[in-house]
């Protein structure tokens, strides 16, 4: 399976505010591909960006935090994946410092010195590779 033919369908719903969509098309791509295929931290990436995008777009806390929570982990994992792919490493950044308005204060203080790391290795990584940056 080819899942690069899939990332132009799910950036143009990205980039359309079409998050729900884009989240589910994401979500099965991400269940079928195994975290050895070379293109997982590109799929993960692109959960985590769409479930923060539909985070945005819903008032409900709970919902918020439940979306939040799963960019989160699908961050994480693109990254352990593949540790120097510079977009996995800035969307923990940002769901990890997204999931603050859900915690309390004390640990969100101490997530942001790790917020500010990831951003700072996802800069490092941008300039090492000639990477892309986020939109």
Known sequence: MDVKEHFGEIDTLLSARKCVEALEKAEK??????????????VAYRVARAAWMQCKDVSDKAEQKKLVMRGYEAAQEGEAADPAHALCVL???ILLGTLGSHLATKEKIAN????????????????DSGAETAE
């Open 91 to 93: 969307w923990h950044g």
């Open 112 to 127: 942001s010195y790790k917020v500010r790391e990831l951003f700072e290795k996802s800069i490092s990584l941008q300039k």
């Open 29 to 42: 791509l991400f269940q079928v591909v195994s975290k050895e295929n070379k293109d997982f931290p590109d």
